[in-house]
């Protein structure tokens, strides 16, 4: 079974500043897609940014981007220029080709100081 | 479009009760999935449907919870009779896949479901 791992319950960052959180993951699946999620205090889920297993560039979106690292099963998000509305929880998470449901880390709880 | 749309978005009731909840998904997404949230056991996927045919439940907790996709723009999950452990949020969400991709899953703003 697929397995998604958070090791960081909480980090915070300063505004302005850039900060990484983690994920890893476990599966024997060749292809499959990776997502980070956020939630913020209104406990909507957002798409922040996906990521294909078979592509080797790294997804971009605006301040955020990502590491994948394949050999590593190793997906961290990387937030730049932290601004005050980033804070969220943010879940990573897992799912194979084909519209399998999402298999979700335990989420890492971000707090943006001013 | 507006989105997935659930319903409601709190419910509080009394241990014993039969609650419903309702989902509309993006008009056109063929995928509709329920996820429940709760501290303990973070987000944890219930059941999911194709084409309004249920794939998988094995997710579901347990005969106290079934859930029903009667046609392409409707679902309910359904707790009878609910119990205290059944408070969370409970979330929809729905997708749809282009061949040989795997498209993204757009979440409703979930309901918070508190069992007294």
Known sequence: AQTVTQSQPEMSVQEAETVTLSCTYDTSESNYYLFWYKQPPSRQMILVIRQEAYKQQNATENRFSVNFQKAAKSFSLKISDSQLGDTAMYFCAFTNSGNTPLVFGKGTRLSVIA | ?116
């Open chain 2, 1 to 116: 479009d507006a989105g997935v749309i659930q319903s409601p978005r709190h419910e509080v009731t009394e241990m014993g009760q039969e609650v419903t909840l309702r989902c509309k998904p993006i008009s056109g997404h063929d995928y509709l999935f329920w996820y429940r949230q709760t501290m303990m056991r973070g987000l944890e996927l219930l059941i999911y449907f194709n084409n309004n045919v249920p794939i998988d439940d094995s997710g579901m907790p347990e005969d106290r919870f079934s859930a029903k996709m009667p046609n392409a723009s409707f679902s309910t999950l359904k707790i009878q009779p609910s119990e205290p452990r059944d408070s969370a949020v409970y979330f929809c969400a729905s997708s749809f896949p282009l061949w040989g991709s795997t498209d993204t899953q757009y979440f409703g703003p979930g309901t918070r479901l508190t069992v007294l």
